[in-house]
């Protein structure tokens, strides 16, 4: 039964790998609704299908939830793509952020909003901090700096997190990347110029419970604040592999280290990833833990998981045989 006094929180990208986090953690807490683009298999919440990028059916859909709160995932993450589909990448980081943000401005209700490191260009030599000037280097980048700065000019009442080397459970993922790759070669070659947090998507959405429940002073105040947020500590790609494989015990697969300018990608990254984490600690008391523990827990975890998805679509695949 639902509780009339529970507050609402309605998450758009919902089956994505941040969103899917966000909704488990939520659910016990809050009435949580979703947003997503087509069917997913894993939500355990009532959701609706809606293309964020059609602003009628945006506000048809967020109306019809009532929501509390917004947050607002869904983008369009994939980097490389982006900087070869402008028009697309476009659409969805720009354009349905200020479907999304529109609405929730006649609701009078605020919007949570999750940007990236990749505003900034990565040559200063220290953390960023939320004050420092943004200067992207890739289309995505720009894209969700764009975003940024409209929620900053139009939201009533807006928290902009900026999050940095995201993995989870559900998607693709870095370390995901790394295994796949680690049973089929003896030697992976992995930069080891870029910095930054690898940031566990639990961490996050158990961050994001924090702040709804105990600073809900600050998720209503009238104001736009951005904040960063991320895992303790930092570590290059090619260090962070080789904690991947170690951790699975893989000691036989070696990591080679490589500069960036040897990966020829479309997108360019910056090489200083590392967000200042000062802010989100003194303001909403949000301290994560050291990223490698995150790792360890995040391991046996998507182990779970993979099993349950692979029985699950053996179970479909056996069901369409017989239908058939
Ligand atoms: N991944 C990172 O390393 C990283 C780093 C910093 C910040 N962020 C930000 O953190 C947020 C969450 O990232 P994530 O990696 O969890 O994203 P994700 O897994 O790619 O999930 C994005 C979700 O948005 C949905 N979506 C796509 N197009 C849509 C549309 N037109 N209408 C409605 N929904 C649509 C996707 O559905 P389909 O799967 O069906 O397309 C997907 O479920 C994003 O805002 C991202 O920019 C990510």
Same mark, same amino acid.
């Given at each position: 039964?639902?509780?009339?006094?529970?507050?609402?929180?309605?998450?758009?990208?919902?089956?994505?790998? =941040?969103?899917?986090?966000?909704?488990?953690?939520?659910?016990?807490?809050?009435?949580?609704?979703?947003?997503?683009?087509?069917?997913?298999?894993?939500?355990?919440?009532? @959701?609706?299908?809606?293309?964020?990028?059609?602003?009628?059916?945006?506000?048809?859909?967020? $109306?019809?939830?009532?929501?509390?709160?917004?947050?607002?995932?869904?983008?369009? %993450?994939?980097?490389? @793509?982006?900087?070869?589909?402008?028009?697309?990448?476009?659409? =969805?980081?720009?354009?349905?952020?200020?479907?999304?943000?529109?609405?929730?401005?006649?609701?009078?209700?605020?919007?949570?909003?999750?940007?990236?490191?990749?505003?900034?260009? !990565?040559?200063?030599?220290?953390?960023?901090?939320?004050?420092?000037?943004?200067?992207?280097?890739?289309?995505?980048?720009?894209?969700? =700096?764009?975003?940024?700065? @409209?929620?900053?000019?139009?939201?009533?009442?807006?928290?902009?997190?900026?999050? %940095?080397?995201?993995?989870?459970?559900?998607?693709?993922?870095?370390?995901?990347?790394?295994?796949?790759?680690?049973?089929?070669?003896?030697?992976?070659?992995?930069?080891?110029?870029?910095?930054?947090?690898?940031? @566990?998507? +639990?961490?996050?959405?158990?961050? $994001?419970?924090?702040?709804?429940?105990?600073?809900?002073?600050?998720?209503?105040?009238?104001?736009?604040?951005?904040?960063?947020?991320?895992?303790? !500590?930092?570590?290059? +790609?090619?260090?962070?592999?080789?904690?991947?494989?170690?951790?699975?015990?893989?000691?036989?697969?070696?990591?080679?280290?490589?500069?960036?300018?040897?990966?020829?990608?479309?997108?360019?990254?910056?090489?200083?990833?590392?967000?200042? $984490?000062?802010?989100?600690?003194?303001?909403?008391? =949000?301290?994560?833990?050291? +990223?490698?523990?995150?790792?360890?827990?995040?391991?046996?975890?998507?182990?779970?998981?993979?099993?349950?998805?692979?029985?699950?679509?053996?179970?479909?695949?056996?069901?369409?045989?017989?239908?058939?």
């Amino acid at each position: 039964m639902t509780n009339p006094d529970a507050r609402k929180v309605l998450i758009t990208g919902a089956g994505g790998m =941040l969103g899917t986090d966000l909704v488990t953690v939520l659910n016990p807490h809050f009435e949580v609704g979703g947003l997503e683009k087509r069917p997913v298999v894993h939500l355990c919440v009532p @959701y609706d299908i809606c293309d964020l990028t059609q602003p009628r059916k945006t506000r048809d859909a967020i $109306l019809s939830h009532r929501p509390h709160v917004v947050i607002h995932t869904a983008a369009l %993450t994939d980097v490389d @793509y982006c900087e070869d589909h402008h028009d697309e990448a476009e659409e =969805l980081n720009v354009g349905a952020t200020k479907n999304v943000v529109d609405v929730c401005n006649e609701l009078d209700i605020p919007v949570i909003f999750f940007s990236t490191d990749y505003v900034f260009d !990565g040559s200063k030599k220290e953390p960023y901090t939320e004050t420092d000037v943004p200067c992207p280097i890739n289309f995505y980048g720009q894209t969700k =700096l764009d975003a940024e700065r @409209y929620i900053l000019a139009h939201a009533q009442r807006a928290i902009i997190f900026r999050i %940095t080397w995201l993995y989870g459970v559900w998607g693709r993922s870095f370390p995901k990347a790394i295994l796949r790759q680690a049973a089929e070669l003896k030697t992976l070659s992995v930069v080891n110029d870029q910095v930054g947090r690898p940031t @566990y998507t +639990w961490d996050v959405a158990q961050s $994001l419970l924090t702040v709804l429940r105990d600073k809900r002073e600050c998720v209503e105040a009238r104001s736009r604040e951005i904040f960063n947020l991320g895992n303790e !500590g930092t570590v290059h +790609w090619a260090d962070f592999a080789r904690f991947i494989l170690k951790s699975e015990n893989l000691n036989g697969i070696k990591v080679k280290d490589i500069p960036t300018s040897q990966l020829k990608r479309p997108a360019p990254r910056p090489l200083n990833s590392v967000l200042s $984490l000062d802010k989100a600690r003194e303001v909403l008391g =949000l301290q994560l833990r050291p +990223w490698d523990e995150a790792v360890k827990e995040f391991l046996p975890r998507w182990k779970e998981v993979k099993e349950v998805e692979e029985q699950k679509a053996k179970a479909q695949a056996a069901e369409k045989e017989n239908i058939a």
